[in-house]
């Protein structure tokens, strides 16, 4: 996002909450847009729009209540742990023998979570109590720290992420 786009957010938040005053515009725009300029005009200016008509507050939103806002999307479009177990319990009615047509057919988000169609298969050869039990358990329990993770990672800034991303390419480079 430009400058200019963040003057554009920070004058509508200004003229949505009349309680919204910043002593110094300048200072305000040059800090609200250190913190927003990884994201697009679109994506702002619709987490403000949407905190404006959800948010039940009259209070002018914190730039990392607008940021929230961004990612509630796509977190609402993600599996719960209940149904991304129902998907890999009943793929597993079928993974005896087609385990790898079945794990290539689920989310990345539970593919990460289960892990290889091997494991699939493993499964499909437990009792269904061992399944719906302790499989189940661990899979819910993973696969939420699994979401959890991911959005946390999702909400860092672009140039951490990417610091992220070159410190486990250095891990599995020297085999750590």
């Known amino acids: 996002m430009t400058r200019e786009e963040t003057k554009k957010i920070v004058a509508v938040v200004s003229m949505t909450y009349p309680n919204f005053k910043p002593e110094n515009l300048t200072d ?13 005009y679109r994506e702002i ?13 009259a209070f002018p939103p914190s730039v990392s209540e607008i940021i929230n806002y961004v990612y509630k999307v796509e977190e609402l479009n993600e599996l719960s742990e209940a149904d991304a177990w129902n998907m890999v319990r009943l793929a597993t009615c079928d993974s005896l ?9 689920f989310p990345d988000d539970v593919k990460a979570v289960v892990g290889s169609h091997e494991q699939l298969r493993a499964w499909a050869e437990l009792d269904t109590e061992t399944l719906e039990s302790v499989i189940a358990s661990n899979f819910k329990k993973e696969y939420r720290a699994s979401l959890k993770k991911k959005n946390d990672t999702m909400r860092l800034p672009g140039e951490m992420r990417s610091l992220i991303g070159k410190t486990a390419d250095r891990l599995m480079l020297n085999g750590g």
């Open 97 to 105: 023998y087609h385990s790898k047509e079945e794990f290539d057919s």
């Open 28 to 40: 305000t725009v040059n800090a609200w847009h250190l913190f927003l300029e990884d994201y697009s």
């Open 45 to 57: 200016s619709l987490a403000l729009k949407a905190y404006v008509q959800t948010s039940g507050t």
